[in-house]
């Protein structure tokens, strides 16, 4: 335990029993890089820091030192000669990755100390768990905790969390967590997104609005919702108060914003791919679908399926995901890929951490976009990318396998027949 800032000299035992490791190691036996060295790497060199790394924050320039001195053991063991045939971000890569799956210390130490953070937020009645949370956090949500002004171990998990954050999702509970002053939709509380909440409401439940909800459909719709329809319909009214406060859409006049849409015809000699993800809220199934296009307009290839996850941004990026694989089996080496996920386009674009809800998704995408082709991913309007849509719904509502469509089923006729004659449609945001 220490305290104050945590310096690299304060690890010196790691150092010395890396070192004590290493001199033992001097033997024939492993004088060539290999799978030897790799298990000893992973199982010994990078567990002898793994007591500190969980409750503490180690120096940037430790870890820089940790992965020099696993690097270099791999591939010039316990001597000076020898060189580094792959690249570090290759070998440290998951093994279904094509890596050989050694272990980056920062990574390693984020994760330990992820443990702590579950912790938490599973065990609350633990003594550690409830000093932190009255010291530290006093109602908030840890996943918006801040840095400074806390113990090392506090400062070591804050740290951690910030790295975590896209990682965690929330599920749904008994509905007793506070509609506006708790974080159960967002990272953040809802009543920080809206001008303000009024008097009357500010002691809503979650259950509260769920069963105001349900009522109306039995009454008025002879319906009953599900949770996750319910759920959906806040999500729906979060987005409908977003449009209602910002200004940036309404023209200089205050009026609404009208485009004409149209499908984005790629050119000659390029293949246009449009993808999409759905979500049926009946079934509570995601699909994706999408197909390949020439730049006439001409149906190439198609393919749907059902999502292994009931997400939509799963779905998206899964549809960019095989359309990219489809295209690279079939021989097309110029691509304009169309999403209508403008979220799915940005964490692509940007790059998530290590630790994003689908990082393992998005790396598969990295890895398609860095061989011989050249591929545009783009984001169009849901308006221009109908005939999409109808294959997704396909997937979603068969909850098939993947499929690939060598003719477009007959439900894309017309829309493949407006689309190659440039058929507008209006957009209007209000």
Same mark, same amino acid.
């Given at each position: ?259 004409? =849409? ?5 050119? #000659? %000699?390029? /293949? +246009?791919?449009? *993808? ?5 809220? &009946? @079934? ?91 591929? =545009? ?5 849901? #308006? %221009?990318? /109908? +005939?999409?849509? *109808? ?5 979603? &509502? @068969? ?32």
């Amino acid at each position: 335990m220490f305290y104050g800032k945590v310096r690299k000299q304060d690890f010196s035992d790691v150092y010395d029993r890396v070192s004590a490791k290493l001199a033992s190691w001097k033997s024939r036996l492993l004088n060539k890089p290999g799978r030897g060295r790799v298990v000893l790497a992973n199982s010994v060199i990078s567990s002898l820091p793994s007591y500190h790394m969980q409750i503490n924050w180690l120096p940037q320039g430790m870890c820089d030192d940790l992965d020099r001195t696993v690097r270099r053991f791999i591939w010039k063991g316990t001597g000076d000669t020898g060189m580094h045939l792959v690249g570090w971000k290759k070998i440290t890569q998951p093994r279904r990755f094509g890596g050989l799956g050694v272990r980056i210390a920062r990574l390693q130490n984020v994760s330990l100390l992820g443990k702590l953070g579950w912790e938490v937020i599973n065990s609350p009645g633990k003594l550690w768990v409830k000093i932190f949370t009255d010291k530290y956090l006093k109602g908030r949500s840890i996943i918006n905790v801040s840095v400074s002004g806390g113990s090392c171990v506090w400062n070591s998990l804050a740290k951690a969390l910030h790295m975590l954050r896209d990682g965690f999702t929330f599920k749904i509970g008994d509905g007793n967590s506070r509609f506006w002053y708790d974080p159960w939709v967002l990272k953040e509380n809802l009543c920080s997104v809206v001008p303000f909440v009024a008097i009357q409401d500010t002691e809503f439940k979650i259950n509260d609005i769920l069963w105001i909800n349900g009522r109306n459909d039995v009454v008025f719709n002879n319906t009953k919702a599900s949770v996750y329809d319910s759920v959906a319909k806040v999500h729906s009214m979060h987005t409908f108060r977003t449009a209602a406060f910002e200004t940036e859409m309404l023209g200089a006049d205050g009026s609404s914003e009208q485009r004409l =849409v149209t499908w984005t015809k790629p050119a #000659e %000699g390029t /293949a +246009c791919l449009n *993808v999409v993800g759905n979500m049926l809220g &009946s @079934l509570q199934t995601a699909g994706f679908g999408g197909f390949i296009r020439n730049s006439s307009g001409a149906f190439l290839k198609g393919f749907y399926g059902a999502a292994t996850l009931s997400s939509v941004l799963y779905a998206e990026i899964m549809a960019i995901l095989h359309g990219l694989q489809l295209c690279w089996s079939n021989g097309y080496r110029s691509i304009v890929c169309y999403s209508d996920s403008l979220q799915a386009v940005s964490l692509i674009r940007d790059g998530v951490s290590h630790f994003h809800t689908f990082a393992n998704e998005i790396h598969n995408i990295h890895q398609l976009l860095h061989r011989d082709w050249n591929v =545009v991913i783009d984001h169009t309007l849901r #308006e %221009g990318n /109908a +005939c999409a849509d *109808v294959l997704a719904k396909l997937g979603a &509502s @068969l909850n098939s396998p993947m499929v690939v469509l060598e003719t477009p089923p007959p439900q894309l006729s017309s829309s493949l027949g407006a689309d190659a004659w440039g058929v507008v449609f209006d957009f209007v945001r209000e």
